[in-house]
Each structure stands twice: as C-alpha cells, then as structure tokens.
C-alpha cells in the first residue's frame, strides 16, 4: 500500500501522532545541532541546565522520525520504524549495562563524539540512568506498535515514557532539583520535553490504530449488513436452538413474516407437514456435527400457500469450535420445479407419442406387408406371360409394378425394423463372426446393381483377423444399408469397404465404408442419421429413398454398442465408419 501523505489523513490521531513524532525528532535534531556548532543554547536552553547528552539527541531524532512513520501503512514502512527502534533499543540496552556494571564502553562515543574545542564549550556528559531506560521503553513501544503485537504493552510503555519526562520536565520549571536530580547524571530539560512528546505520541498512536481498526470494522460490518439486506436471497439467522435472532427484507417477502413476527420464532413456523420427521431428524443431526446441509424443502406461506426452496444452512462456530448459531440462505425455487415438472410430463408424453408411433409403423408394416407381397407376387406372375396375350408394353408396365412393389417393399421393411430396435423387440444373436468371409459375402450381393455402372466395389482386409464377437445379422444389416447409401449417391469411382485391426492382438476396431460421391456439407452430416432426412431435401427427387438407411444403421449400431462416425468433403466423397469397442457392450 502506497504511503499516505500526513495532509490527506481524515484521522485526528494521525495528525497528532505525526505531531509529537516531528517535535520528538526537532528536539533531538536542534541538540545535535547544538553540539556540532558548540551552542549550549540548543542542547541545555539555559546555562544552568544540563545539556542534552549527543547520543541522546540521535536517538531521540530517530524515535520521533519512527513516530512519525509509524502512521503510515504499508510493509517497508513498518520494516523502517522496526529498524530505528532496535537500534535505540540496542544503545540504550548498552548504557544501561554500563551504569549497572560500571563499566565505560564507550557507548557515549558510538554515535557522536564532540571535537576537543568544543569540550569546553559544552560539558561532555554521559546518557543518564533514567534517560537510557526511558528510551529502551520509547524503542520498545514502537517496535510492539510497528509489529502490531501487544498492544496493551505499548500503551503502558508509552504512558511510563510521558510520566517520566512530564515529572522531569515539571522539576526544571518549578526549580525543583529533588525532581529531576535523581541521579549522578541529570535529564536535561530538553530531553524531559522530547520524552512527553514521544510518550503523548505512542498513546495516541496506539489508541488512534485501536480507534482506526473499529472504525473500519464497523464501516465493514455495515456494508456486510447492507448487502445482506439487499440481496434478493432470503437469509436466516438463528441460535443453536434454532431460534431466529435475525432476518433480511428478503425472507419476509418470501414467507409473508415480517422481521418482527419472525424473531424469536422457529423455522417450525414454515412447516407444509410434506417431511416426516425422519427427514428433520436427518437435517439437524448433520448442522448439529458441524457439517453444512444443502437441499429442497417444501414450506409453508403465512398466507397458507405452499412454496419449494433451496436452502443452504451452514454452522457458525466460536474460537473453541463450539457451533454457536446457523445461517441459512434460502432461494425459492418453485417456478423451476414447476417448470421441470411440465417438462418431465412432456417428456413422458413425447415418450408415449413415440412408442404409439412405433407400435403404429410396426402393425401396419405388417399389414401392408401381405398384400403388397400378393402385388409382387401376381406381377411376377404376369411377367412369365405363359398365355402370351401380353405385348411388350404391357409387360414393361408388370415389370414396373414388380419393380416398385419390391422397392416399397424394402422401405417397409426398414420401417419395420426401425420400429422394432425403437420398441427395443429386437435380440441380439452373439457369436464368433470371421469378417474374412462376411464382407466378401455382403459385397458380392450387390454385383447385379453395379452392372453397367461404372462403379467399382472394393475390399480391403487385412492378412489376419480375430473373430468379432457379434450379431452377425445386424452387423451385415449395418454393412449392407452404408454400401448400399455410398453406391446410391456414387454416380463413378469407387466404393471401398476396409477393415482395420489392432497391431499387437489383430481383433479388428474399425470398418470403413469410403465413397467418391457427392460429399456432404459440414454443417449437415449430423443431420443425415436423423430419420426421414437427406443431407439435402433436394435429394429425395434426384436419388430415391425414404432417408431410414442410415437411422437404421446407427440405431442397430447402438444397439450392439458400436458408434458410427462420418467424414465427408463436398465433391470428394464420404467416408463412414463403424467403431467396434474393445469389449462387447
């Protein structure tokens, strides 16, 4: 946090602090100047009085300087005032072992040794017993107060340093000698001033943080409330025992209590008798282990009116971890309920729509099914024209009935059967299938259609394959609708039917079926296993179909646990691909 400058602080304590800190530092800096210019004046103010002792000035002048940093946030600001501290702290500590041992270390001499000519100007004198201490108690504050650590102790602290100086102080302007000629060594007068302003400075510091800290505490604790009363969520406050201590507008919008019908009350008040008594058992069992609850509750208005919410209740403890109250936040979910309720009825309607439509294709594929094989039949009948009253016109048109009864014959077949994986009637006949000897077989079933056309039908199988377990209908099934939908939009080129295999166990994972067809738009091959859709509608003219061949395969693909995929460029071809899984579904 960047350093505030004194003239933007809005705290009084601040200003006072930094204050005393700049006077402490003025005394002492006025007395060094004293002792380097050799003007008794600035160190002792009147002739008759001590002088400050020059070690004494430096530490004073690093004290205040620490005061008034120490008003100012921020991590280096606080590593500064720590750092002048300790070394007061460390001289004074010096001085006192000497007045203690009565030794001379010279710690008068540390910091500033006076220049022979000015020794007789000013009397040379050392750090008096009960200045050392006072600035071993002034360093000691600050530190405390920089580290935001015992904080009770730097006020003490920074009271003894204001008495002691107050006290020393009061004996030079009352001439009384008996106040302030406590020892060998005297305080000077100067040195009793700076100690009341470092004294008044450290209280005023400490208390102004304390003062500071509650303030934007309560600032904090206010704009929490505000938001809470504010949230559009309703938020519920309670004991232990679960008595509500506090509610925001919130809740009362929500249940119709206001806050002061709500207070001293139970959330017993909201119970709609939709939960047994287990289920509360539950709930408070687990708030109760200091575990939060998370869950729907139907709950009752004050108006009667019944309404589903979503609460959260989360324990609150104490230091000791003891659970002392319970927050609960609550968002009324009842449109939402009502809305998945409409559409799970929707959903089971769609369902029943569906299963009617497929036990409707299935009874009347089978309806239709028998005269229209009672058409072909009689067609191929008429075709063998064993009377040979039929002319060859006539005989094209029989041959045209054949031809499209058989062609609608298909369709209602692959109806049949769609209808038959949709009522989930079909069964699956696992065995060991070689693929060695199914696609040759499939293949070789299309070489009437490939007559005349200039098509080729291609296969490539590896050397060695294992055996798939698998139906081996439905797969040949599969097999026959994607060959025969890559022949049909194929006008030249090839078709090829490859079959690719793990390395290391040789058992096949994949059968590709790639034409050098039309292509399909990007943005419609998911389209195209949709049932009754073409890639594109203009299609179903030009290339006859109803649009099952590929709904067919991939819901007997689905069944058996395989997934089919496409790849396809417009103009280049298509590519589509049965994926087998490593294990049978």
């Given at each position: 946090?960047?350093?505030?400058p ?20 003025s ?10 210019t ?11 009085w ?14 205040g ?19 002048l ?58 530190f ?5 650590r ?17 006290v020393f ?9 008996l ?7 005297p ?54 025992r ?28 909201l ?17 109760l ?22 609460i959260?209740?989360?324990p ?10 319970f ?31 497929s036990?409707f294709?299935a ?9 229209l ?26 041959e ?13 077949s ?32 299309f ?24 139906d ?52 419609q ?49 298509s ?11």
């Amino acid at each position: 946090m960047a350093m505030k400058p004194f003239w933007y602080s809005t705290d009084w304590s601040e200003h006072a602090a930094h204050l005393c800190g700049a006077a402490t530092a003025s005394v002492g800096a006025l007395a060094l100047a004293g002792w380097v210019t050799g003007l008794r004046e600035l160190a002792a103010i009147n002739d008759t009085w001590v002088p400050m002792a020059p070690n004494t000035a430096v530490a004073l002048l690093l004290l205040g300087t620490a005061l008034a940093l120490a008003q100012h946030e921020g991590r280096h600001t606080g590593a500064i005032v720590k750092l002048l501290s300790a070394v007061v702290g460390v001289v004074a500590l010096v001085r006192l072992g000497e007045v203690v041992t009565g030794a001379d270390w010279g710690v008068d001499r540390w910091i500033f040794q006076a220049p022979a000519e000015y020794i007789r100007k000013i009397p040379v004198g050392k750090t008096a017993f009960v200045t050392a201490l006072s600035l071993l108690y002034a360093s000691s504050a600050l530190f405390l107060t920089a580290a935001n650590r015992w904080r009770l102790l730097a006020e003490v602290l920074g009271m003894v340093v204001g008495f002691i100086g107050l006290v020393f102080f009061m004996g030079y302007l009352y001439r009384a000698p008996l106040l302030y000629e406590t020892s060998a060594i005297p305080m000077a007068i100067t040195t009793a001033a700076a100690f009341c302003f470092l004294g008044a400075g450290t209280l005023i510091s400490v208390a102004g943080r304390d003062l500071s800290a509650r303030t934007r505490a309560a600032q904090q604790l206010r704009l929490q409330s505000a938001a809470l009363e504010a949230t559009a969520v309703a938020i519920l406050i309670t004991d232990r025992r679960g008595v509500i201590i506090w509610c925001n507008p919130a809740f009362s919008q929500l249940t119709g209590y206001s806050a002061a019908e709500a207070m001293g009350q139970t959330p017993r008040i909201l119970k709609s008798g939709k939960h047994d008594v287990a289920f509360y058992r539950h709930l408070w069992k687990r708030i109760l282990a200091g575990r939060i609850w998370h869950g729907e509750i139907v709950n009752k208005r004050k108006d009667g009116s019944l309404y589903t919410q979503e609460i959260t209740i989360t324990p609150v403890c104490d230091a000791r971890g003891e659970i002392t109250h319970f927050i609960s936040i609550e968002q009324d979910i009842t449109r939402r309920k009502h809305a998945e309720e409409e559409l799970r009825r929707a959903k089971e309607a769609a369902e029943a729509a569906n299963r009617a439509k497929s036990l409707f294709l299935a009874s009347m594929s089978h309806e239709l099914r028998t005269p229209l094989n009672s058409v072909i039949g009689f067609a191929n009948v008429l075709l063998k024209n064993r009377s040979g009253k039929l002319d060859p016109a006539d005989l094209g048109f029989v041959e045209r009935i054949a031809a499209n009864g058989k062609h609608l014959l298909g369709m209602i077949s692959q109806v049949l059967d769609l209808s038959d994986v949709e009522t989930h009637k079909l069964q699956l006949q696992i065995s060991p299938v070689a693929l060695e000897r199914l696609i040759p077989e499939i293949v070789a079933g299309f070489a009437f259609e490939l007559h005349d056309r200039p098509i080729r039908l291609l296969t490539e199988l590896p050397g060695r394959m294992e055996p798939l377990e698998t139906d081996a209908g439905r797969l040949k099934h599969v097999l026959v609708n994607l060959i025969g939908n890559a022949l049909k939009f194929t006008e030249r080129g090839s078709v090829t039917v490859r079959v690719a295999v793990d390395e290391q166990s040789r058992r096949p994972v994949r059968i590709d079926v790639t034409d050098t067809g039309i292509g399909i738009p990007a943005d419609q091959q998911a389209a195209v296993f949709d049932a009754f859709q073409q890639a594109d509608a203009g299609m179903t003219r030009k290339y006859d179909g109803a649009g099952l061949g590929l709904t067919l395969a991939k819901a007997l693909c689905d069944l058996m646990g395989y997934r089919i995929e496409v790849r396809s460029e417009v103009g280049k071809g298509s590519t589509f691909s049965v994926v087998l899984p490593a294990r049978q579904a």
